[in-house]
């Protein structure tokens, strides 16, 4: 009986059961799960997020579900100013009737409500502060004066508030408190007892699911479970990463007084990286989440092996496709992808999503939902315009 109990869990879908009990039999018996398609991610920077939003867009193609996206020419929904509802394109006429939002936005949850149905999911992604605010200098290097006018990392960090003024904070917001800013908060808010606990309750009002991305295999096996996807749903080939050789050391007193430097984003990350731990045991437990991981690594080989000439990401310059080319910011070499030259046409243009960048594929997603709107501009060639290409 144990045996069959496991192998029915394992098998199903659903992992969500109502115990009843006759006599001294105990059955477990399967409550129905239906894949949820009303869903509002919050788009943090530098935390794998645009992985994510390519698995939201893939998702809401594969569903024909309508996606909210930034109006006009722009890629981000008024980011970094505060959310409201006019940022999202049609929103005047088709109203409260969106599915999926994930682009770029600084979450404000009055405004995120008006567009997105009352029984919309909210989640979002954090990262481990350190390797996340080494990465925010290298891509922000050009961008944010703070980082701007210090050679590197290690010499910001040694003496962060002689680059760093608060009253430039649209420039320099991504060299402090990052996470805590796309949340919604002042990022240079002062780190307080009573104030900082009262902001992480209300995120745990706010959202459903906090993911943390530097556990991004077992985040996606969670949100498989949580919103009842198939194990497809949340394949990816990771984007927007960069190559090893821009990375830079960080000393051990470096990330040290990123501790304190970031002390709300630390905050918020050691609260929620808590929570996604317990949610696990929770939810699946850590010898299915193994072994679900292990299924999706292998999914994601497999994956790899039918669409990819080169098996893993190559740096820009060796991207043949220019139509697949990332955005590249700062420092940054930004990887991309090469796609095999013999695939069919039903496995080339899947393989295609899987590697479209966030501004390609927003620019994509915009012409076919607003045909008559002028399409984005990337200033790159365009793989197709419509579904039908």
Known sequence: LGLTCLSGFLHMKNKNYRISKSHEELLILPTPCHAKTNVMFLKTHKTASSTVLNIMFRFAERYNLTVALPAGQLFH???PMTFVAHFVEGFETIGQNYNIMCNHLRFNPLEVKRVMAANTFYFSILRNPIPLLESSYIYYKHNVPAFRSSKNVNE???SPTKYYHPADYRENIYARNIMWFDFGYNNNAEDDTKYTQAVLEEIE???????????????MILLKHVLCWDLDDVIYFKLNSRSQ?????????????????????????????KSFWRRIEETIGLEVLEQEVDHLRTRQKELMETCLSEQE?????????KALLPFQSGAANILGYNL???????????????????????????AVQHPHKKRKEVGLPLLWTSRQE
């Not at 000393?251 to 040290?256: A, C, G, H, K």
């Not at 990401?313 to 496709?321: G, Q, S, Y």
């Open 313 to 321: 990401a190559v740096r820009k310059d060796d991207i043949r496709n």
């Open 245 to 273: 050789d821009t990375v830079q050391r960080l000393s051990r007193e470096s990330e040290e007084q990123i501790k304190a430097w970031c002390s709300l984003d630390w905050k918020l990350y050691l609260h929620f990286n």
């Open 77 to 79: 929904l008024g980011y």
């Open 156 to 158: 910001f960090l040694a």
């Open 340 to 366: 095999k030259q013999d695939l069919d046409n039903r496995t080339l243009r899947t393989c295609q999503k899987m590697v479209m960048p966030e501004l390609q594929y927003t620019s994509y997603l915009y």
């Open 205 to 219: 009002q706010n959202f459903h699911l906090i993911l943390i991305a530097d556990y991004f295999d077992e985040s």
